[in-house]
């Protein structure tokens, strides 16, 4: 598959997975606050759909309590998506924002 398709499909998931994800996690809302998938990667065979996501409260967490939902969320997404081969949805937990967190306190330390 073109890159341009890849895109396109990976813009379509996140949308698809993001209304997915607040529809099984409706009950966890006081536990994340607010979550955000910051990243959407389908692999070039279409084997695996990454899902990066992060959460305002108990990042540790977000990503194994989204995989316990995961068969409904696959589910709904396989019957949404019209393609031949569907790819197999992974979560993975998203520390940018902790990463840049650390670097701007070591900047901090420095320049004191």
């Known amino acids: 598959m073109n890159k341009d398709r890849i895109k396109k499909l990976e813009s379509l998931s996140r949308e698809i997975v ?37 959460a305002f409260k108990n990042n540790e967490i977000l990503a194994k309590t989204i995989a316990t939902h995961n068969n409904a969320i696959q589910a709904k997404y396989n ?8 790819p197999k ?9 902790e990463i840049g967190q650390q670097v701007c306190e070591a900047i901090n330390k420095v320049t004191k």
Do not use: Q
């Open 18 to 54: 993001s209304n997915l994800i607040f529809e099984e996690l409706e009950d966890s809302e006081n536990i994340f606050w607010i979550i955000t998938i910051t990243d959407v990667v389908i692999s070039p065979d279409l084997s695996y759909l990454d899902i990066w996501v992060s």
């Open 89 to 97: 949805i992974r979560y993975r937990y998203d520390n940018k924002w």
């Open 79 to 86: 019957r949404a998506i019209a393609i031949r081969k569907l």
